[in-house]
Nanobody, 120 residues
């Protein structure tokens, strides 16, 4: 089994910063892509940022230049540094991790979500 534990959400004023963390545990052979998604009330879940095992990153256009995704492979943890936050960034943020077990079976797991609220 794979477990994800997210932390770092909260309430912040516009222009402020937050750092989300997502720690992965379990009997895992390899973690490939780690990503952050978000879902605002009444909207579909969208991909915010992703990072591959080689360190390549992709970002949602609206967060480019403000958010930074990174990973610590030794700790099996992915981070999302969010700066210059805007009210429209308010959402539940979910961690998503893909990889393989030692058996070779691939997996994709979602975190429980952490609320980010940006006040104007």
């Amino acid at each position: 089994q794979v477990q994800l534990v997210e932390s770092g959400g909260g309430l912040v004023q516009a222009g402020g910063s937050l750092r989300l963390s997502c720690a992965v545990s379990g009997s895992i052979f390899r973690i490939t892509t780690m990503a952050w998604y978000r879902q605002a009330p009444g909207k579909q879940r969208e991909s915010v940022a992703a990072i591959t095992s080689s360190g390549s990153t992709t970002y949602l256009d609206s967060v480019k230049g403000r958010f930074t995704i990174s990973r610590d492979n030794a700790k099996n943890t992915v981070y999302l540094q969010m700066n210059s936050l805007k009210p429209e960034d308010t959402a539940i943020y979910y961690c998503n991790v893909a990889g393989r077990f030692y058996s070779g079976t691939p997996f994709t797991v979602w975190g429980q979500g952490t609320q980010v609220t940006v006040s104007s």
